[in-house]
């Protein structure tokens, strides 16, 4: 199967790219390959199972048909009703994830597909290329300036965790990965972490293994219990800690930013604790543990100016 992707960083809050991108119908609005559209049947563009009829700009006829559409987690899915160009199976969609360092929004553009053997290779690079990187790059351009709409309500009330942390770092994501996934690692960009090291000397890509480290003056042990290079994520479990909290869960994942090279890194945690201690444990973990080491990384790796 193949797959194709693009991916950009736009200078406007999530709320005001969900508002441009949302509408189903709304193509010919951002995207200048799209000459006109319309929905079948009379049908919302926000109602799952609708049909777009377009015509690109070069005349080719295409039908697509909603699949899924979040607007607490902006991201929909589509398929091809009436494909664009010779293929089977093409499922596709677009998520957006707001970057909290600098209120920009990083956007991903997917399609997976199956290619005649004759064409292998072919559309993966055509569909990413003059499709997604095209399209996200008029979206860009359009949204220059723009501002939530009045009354947005960012993740619809409901965050994804406790603590949503996310920036961009300034190199190739596989150069940060291979810093990040070394679990026992992290005093090596972390300047208030020491004495890092894995119990038992076990591997520091072994789910399970459980880190020993000091965090200032506390020690602490986390147990490593997700790794994924395909989706260069981690995540981890507190099992000793000196702070008031129960459950603590956490994770982090990094996704390329095509039109640029670079890393867009988020970093979640959750955990229980009593409503006046995450006063203070929410901004720390946020601001003192999280982006603190983005931006260490970001000194460590980067390559300058975010173009």
Same mark, same amino acid.
């Given at each position: 199967?193949?797959?194709?992707?693009?991916?950009?960083?736009?200078?406007?809050?999530?709320?005001?790219?969900?508002?441009?991108?949302?509408?189903?119908?709304?193509?010919?609005?951002?995207?200048?390959?799209?000459?006109?559209?319309?929905?079948?049947?009379?049908?919302?563009?926000?109602?799952?199972?609708?049909?777009?009829?377009?015509?690109?700009?070069?005349?080719?006829?295409?039908?697509?048909?909603? !699949?899924?559409?979040?607007?607490?987690?902006?991201?929909?899915?589509?398929?091809?009703?009436?494909?664009?160009?010779?293929?089977?199976?093409?499922? %596709?969609?677009?998520?957006?994830?707001?970057?909290?360092?600098?209120?920009?929004?990083?956007?991903?553009?997917?399609?997976?597909?199956?290619?005649?053997?004759?064409?292998?290779?072919?559309?993966?690079?055509?569909?990413?290329?003059?499709?997604?990187?095209?399209?996200?790059?008029?979206?860009?351009?359009?949204?220059?300036?723009?501002?939530?709409?009045?009354?947005?309500?960012?993740?619809?009330?409901?965050?994804?965790?406790?603590?949503?942390?996310?920036?961009?770092?300034? %190199?190739?994501?596989?150069?940060?990965?291979?810093?990040?996934?070394?679990?026992?690692?992290?005093?090596?960009?972390?300047?208030?972490?020491?004495?890092?090291?894995?119990?038992?000397?076990?591997?520091?890509?072994?789910?399970?293994?459980?880190?020993?480290?000091?965090?200032?003056?506390? !020690?602490?042990?986390?147990? !490593?219990?997700?790794?994924?290079?395909?989706?260069?994520?981690?995540?981890?479990?507190?099992?000793?800690?000196?702070?008031?909290?129960?459950?603590?869960?956490?994770?982090?994942?990094?996704?390329?930013?095509?039109?640029?090279?670079?890393?867009?890194?988020?970093?979640?945690?959750?955990?229980?604790?009593?409503?006046?201690?995450?006063?203070?444990?929410?901004?720390?973990?946020?601001?003192?543990?999280?982006?603190?080491?983005?931006?260490?990384?970001?000194?460590?790796?980067?390559?300058? %100016?975010?173009?």
């Amino acid at each position: 199967m193949a797959r194709a992707f693009a991916s950009t960083l736009i200078d406007a809050p999530v709320e005001a790219v969900w508002a441009m991108v949302r509408d189903f119908n709304g193509l010919p609005d951002w995207n200048p390959a799209v000459r006109d559209s319309s929905i079948e049947g009379g049908l919302a563009s926000d109602v799952v199972g609708c049909v777009r009829a377009f015509t690109l700009s070069n005349g080719t006829f295409v039908r697509e048909r909603l !699949l899924s559409l979040d607007d607490s987690r902006y991201s929909f899915t589509y398929n091809f009703e009436t494909p664009a160009f010779p293929v089977d199976n093409y499922v %596709a969609g677009m998520e957006l994830i707001p970057e909290t360092k600098s209120g920009r929004t990083y956007v991903q553009w997917w399609a997976t597909f199956d290619e005649k053997p004759d064409d292998a290779g072919r559309f993966t690079e055509i569909v990413s290329r003059d499709v997604f990187a095209a399209g996200l790059a008029a979206l860009a351009e359009k949204l220059i300036g723009a501002s939530a709409p009045a009354g947005a309500e960012r993740w619809q009330g409901l965050r994804p965790a406790k603590v949503f942390t996310s920036s961009t770092i300034t %190199a190739p994501v596989e150069t940060v990965w291979a810093k990040m996934r070394d679990f026992a690692g992290m005093g090596g960009w972390h300047e208030d972490i020491t004495k890092m090291h894995m119990l038992d000397g076990v591997r520091s890509d072994k789910v399970s293994g459980v880190r020993d480290f000091l965090f200032g003056e506390g !020690l602490l042990w986390e147990q !490593l219990t997700y790794l994924s290079d395909s989706e260069r994520a981690f995540r981890y479990r507190i099992l000793k800690s000196p702070m008031p909290w129960l459950n603590y869960h956490a994770g982090a994942r990094l996704y390329p930013v095509t039109d640029r090279d670079h890393t867009f890194a988020v970093w979640t945690a959750d955990w229980t604790a009593a409503p006046q201690d995450d006063l203070e444990l929410i901004p720390n973990v946020h601001g003192n543990v999280f982006q603190k080491a983005f931006d260490t990384l970001e000194a460590q790796l980067g390559g300058g %100016a975010d173009r």
